[in-house]
């Protein structure tokens, strides 16, 4: 085995126009101690003619999944491979914003030996345009996250996992039963234990499209219901303790205008819903709607309702 500090893991799925732009970026990067892995879950073998004509990486390995993964096993098969210290997710339509990019991540963890996580400021690109760039996150969301990491799924201020580089630590893969609050609940387990170094500078371009399945999982109750129900029966109804996951699930019944168990289950979820939950709809249910759909006002009911709950 030739172990390398850096495994850039990348689960490809058909676009190898995108894959050629990823990987014209890593090609051109100053640190070179770096392995390549692409895990090709696509139907055909577009990625595989591409990757085999593909000579600008020397140490690059390919695998064709035998079986279509889906998100995120195909990450988590990418991870099983690797031999670096550390782990790069980078997905086939991201790419690094300069050949100092990678560089960056490693002097991070040069200045900072007792980090485990590193992430850095990004670019939006869709359609060829910067449409944003991610700000420094704010000082409360950073200090409420290093009190409790699961205030995380109130508000994704670290970014996608291509912006990531963490340790290669076998027993934090990302749970392949969510889609939509994958990246989420992975940097909430991860961080919960971890040292988390954040860099201003931005170091990775994240292209935006229509074929994302964040895009395609956006405000679709048969999606976000079950994931969070799921969430929260998996880490206990102990992380509604903090009042920003708490304002989460609060949110979550408002906007999908939950009113009972029917909802909850017409949207997919067929396991125990917390009676905590139930407490958050029975209330809601009793509430004006304007009052709700007031932020201001709703802000204010949920913050009584959560300090109830505390007592």
Same mark, same amino acid.
């Given at each position: /085995?030739?172990?390398? @500090? ?6 490809? +799925?058909? @676009? ?8 014209? #970026? ?19 073998? *577009? ?23 889906? !998100?995120?096993?195909?990450?988590? &098969?990418?991870?099983?491979?690797? /031999? ?5 997710? /980078? ?12 560089? !960056?991540?490693?002097?991070?963890? @040069?200045?900072?030996?007792?980090? !485990? ?67 989420? &609940? ?35 109750? *048969?999606?976000?219901?079950? &994931?969070? $129900? +799921? ?12 009042? $920003? ?15 009972? &168990? ?7 979820? @067929?396991? *125990? ?15 004006? #709607? ?9 802000? $204010?009911? /949920? ?9």
């Amino acid at each position: /085995m030739n172990f390398v @500090n850096v495994s850039i893991c990348i689960p490809a +799925y058909k @676009n190898a126009g995108f894959l050629n732009r990823l990987l014209d #970026s890593i090609a051109i990067q100053a640190y070179k101690d770096y392995e390549v892995i692409i895990t090709d879950d696509s139907p055909d073998d *577009e990625v595989k003619t591409f990757v085999s004509n593909y000579s600008k990486i020397k140490n690059l390995r390919y695998f064709k999944n035998t079986a279509q993964l889906g !998100t995120p096993k195909n990450w988590n &098969e990418g991870i099983s491979k690797a /031999m670096g210290s550390w782990i790069k997710i /980078m997905h086939d339509d991201d790419w690094f914003v300069d050949e100092n990019s990678l560089q !960056t991540f490693i002097d991070v963890t @040069n200045e900072r030996p007792t980090a !485990t996580v590193v992430y850095s400021a990004y670019v939006n690109i869709e359609n060829g345009r910067t449409k944003s760039i991610s700000a420094r996150p704010a000082l409360f969301r950073r200090i409420a996250f290093k009190l409790n990491p699961f205030s995380i799924v109130s508000t994704n201020f670290i970014g996608p996992p291509s912006v990531v580089l963490h340790k290669n630590n076998a027993q934090f893969v990302y749970d392949d039963k969510l889609k939509w609050l994958v990246d989420l &609940e992975f940097y909430a387990r991860y961080f919960e234990a971890s040292k988390m170094i954040y860099c201003k500078k931005a170091l990775l371009n994240i292209g935006i499209n229509d074929q994302q399945v964040t895009k395609a999982s956006s405000l679709i109750p *048969e999606v976000e219901i079950p &994931e969070y $129900l +799921y969430f929260l029966n998996k880490h206990g109804v102990r992380i509604l303790k903090n009042w $920003l996951v708490y304002d989460s699930y609060w949110r979550l019944v408002r906007n999908f205008k939950i009113k009972g &168990e029917d909802d909850i289950f017409n949207a997919g979820f @067929n396991g *125990e819903i917390p009676k905590e939950l139930l407490s958050i709809i029975r209330l809601q249910k009793n509430i004006p #709607s304007f009052i709700l759909h007031v932020g201001v006002l709703s802000k $204010l009911v /949920m913050f009584v309702k959560y300090l109830l709950f505390r007592v």
